[in-house]
């Protein structure tokens, strides 16, 4: 059973470009969630979406960033007119189902704007 | 809202010897507590949870944690230290009724041969 899968693993982008982050959950896991990690700070919550809804996107900037899980492929993170501050590693989640289970994380994203 | 404190930058041990990492946390009901493992440039790994029942909860790689609900804590220990227990250790709390975990800053684990 083939864990998280997240790509690319490394993304390099000019300030006003868009970032596209994709995340495949494990299989039988239609929760997922995605985290950002700054440099030296803990993961904190962004979205989280079942196919093709989002239920809580409370961490999400207001601004330039979405969020998909379609019926059919990996949900997305897209980041409109990246910034340099949006420069972190962006880590994707799943879980089975919402009742007490553990979510098992993807390898990550490392977004760098330059 | 949830929260996690992890008040430890770094800790030392000495290989063989105990090691704890602490965690209290702050949340409106019964908490669902979680501790990760990260390696460098590496996703997280689940080591253990504890959601309800026996406050001692026993989990991968030889770890235990202990849920303390009159101090709110849920310290990580493991009784004999590995060099390659040496990783970023993160507690994660969530709230009954939400699915959105809240992470503490992290603790660097240094075991030293």
């Known amino acids: ?114 | 809202a949830q929260s996690v404190a992890q008040p430890e930058d770094q800790v030392n041990v000495a290989e063989g010897n105990p090691l704890t990492v602490k965690c209290t946390y702050s949340v409106s009901g019964n908490p669902y507590l979680f501790w990760y493992v990260q390696y460098p440039n590496r996703g997280l790994q689940f080591l253990l949870k504890y959601i309800t029942g026996d406050n001692l909860v026993k989990g991968s790689y030889g770890f235990e944690a202990e849920f303390n609900k009159s101090q709110t804590s849920f310290h990580l220990k493991k009784p004999s230290a590995l060099v390659s227990d040496s990783a970023l250790y993160f507690c994660a709390v969530r709230e009954p009724g939400n699915n959105r975990l809240a992470f503490g800053k992290g603790n660097q684990v240094v075991v030293i041969p």
């Not at chain 1, 997240?6 to 006003?16: A, E, I, W």
């Not at chain 1, 994707?92 to 189902?97: E, F, H, I, L, V």
């Open chain 1, 1 to 114: 059973n083939a864990g998280v899968m997240q790509n690319p693993r490394h993304l390099v982008r000019r300030r006003g470009q868009e970032a596209r982050l994709r995340c495949s959950p494990m299989k039988g896991h239609s929760h997922v969630y995605w985290y950002r990690q700054l440099p030296e700070e803990g993961l904190k919550f962004m979205v989280y979406l079942q196919k093709e809804n989002i239920i809580d996107e409370s961490g999400m900037p207001k601004e330039r960033f979405s969020a998909e899980f379609p019926k059919e492929g990996p949900s997305i993170l897209r980041i409109q007119q990246v910034v340099r501050g949006d420069s972190a590693a962006y880590f994707c989640a799943s879980s089975p189902n919402t009742a007490g289970d553990e979510q098992y994380f993807g390898p990550g994203t490392r977004l760098t704007v330059t």
